[in-house]
């Protein structure tokens, strides 16, 4: 069991950044599979950025080259550092873990077994 917990979002002007933690607890994280996912209203929940237990990333496109997922083990921590955020960047959003991935890939919610309660980023224009 990984428990989730979510921090530093919050309301920004169109350029600006943020970065987002995620604290976890419980069992062995630093050999979980885990990831960023965004969900606004109205919309389906889709993946913003994933991080292998070998530390290998993933992105998705509207994000690559302004976000960046890392984790600390020792801190048990996840983050995600959101620079030049746009208005469309706007949601809920949620870090997730997996022990392992399995035939979908680091973006696919399915994949994820455990969910944080999300923090809120509003970016205004």
């Known amino acids: 069991q990984v428990q989730l917990v979510e921090s530093g979002g919050g309301s920004v002007q169109a350029g600006g950044s943020l970065r987002l933690s995620c604290a976890a607890s419980g069992d062995t994280y630093s050999s979980y599979c885990m990831g960023w996912f965004r969900q606004a209203p109205g919309k389906e929940r889709e993946g913003v950025a994933g991080i292998d237990s070998d530390g290998s990333t993933s992105y998705a496109d509207s994000v690559k080259g302004r976000f960046t997922i890392s984790k600390d083990n020792a801190k048990n921590t996840l983050y995600l550092q959101m620079n030049s955020l746009k208005p469309e960047d706007t949601a809920m959003y949620y870090c997730?873990?997996?022990?392992?991935?399995?035939?979908?890939?680091?973006?696919?919610?399915?994949?994820?077994?455990?969910w944080g309660q999300g923090t809120q980023v509003t970016v205004s224009s």
């Open positions: 997730a873990a997996a022990a392992a991935y399995g035939l979908g890939t680091p973006l696919d919610k399915y994949e994820y077994n455990y």
